[in-house]
């Protein structure tokens, strides 16, 4: 149980174009989704926070105009990177919150991934 | 504000031998978790082993063990009896216990390289 999915696994894009990721827990209901951004040999970072039915919560510095984040139900969130440039080349990361009922409350579980290289 | 630190070098490692890997944060919440994740090369974020801050033992999960040192705010991940497949990056990462909305803090990661 508890599988999030990521499609697509990976996408190659000219500059100038915009690109969907989407995310989705397959079996069981995420009243939050997160998206983060990872480059190479590098941390993830945590680009927003989406809630469904709600308008995503982004972090200082992301833009997000650029990166739009859709949650229109409780199984799949959309992160949409309108005009994407060279440099948005990066790994993309969804995770999405689960009630868990133990100590954690909430558990959170990842996707394997969208490695997003614009050309 | 929560922040974890990571600040070992890549890491070696031979086969069968045990290795521990760094991590120390700094929070203000009374109640939260501690986290290992291993991303091998495909990229995907595997869960290794959770630690609650009121928890009186240290976790373990098979060949995974952290000591945890509250008082220094540490998280260490032990991992015994490497194996080739351990190569990977691993890193620490915490947030708070309650709340979907729950963001985990990630340190930088180390390289774990396990030699033949």
Known sequence: GAVVSQHPSWVICKSGTSVKIECRSL??????????RQFPKQSLMLMATSNEGSKATYEQGVEKDKFLINHASLTLSTLTVTSAHPEDSSFYICSASQLAGGPLVYEQYFGPGTRLTVT | ????????????????????????YDTSDPSYGLFWYKQPSSGEMIF?????????QNATEGRYSLNFQKARKSANLVISASQLGDSAMYFCAMRRTTG?????????GITLSVRP
Do not use: R
Request: proline share 2%; with cysteine; charged share 15%.
């Open chain 1, 27 to 36: 079996d069981f209901q995420a009243t939050t989704m997160f998206w983060y």
């Open chain 2, 1 to 24: 504000a929560q922040k974890i630190t990571q600040t070992q070098p890549g890491m070696f490692v031979q086969e069968k031998e045990a290795v521990t890997l760094d991590c120390t």
């Open chain 2, 48 to 56: 290794l082993i959770y630690q609650g801050s009121y928890d009186q």
């Open chain 2, 100 to 108: 979907a909305n729950s963001k985990l803090t990630f340190g930088k």
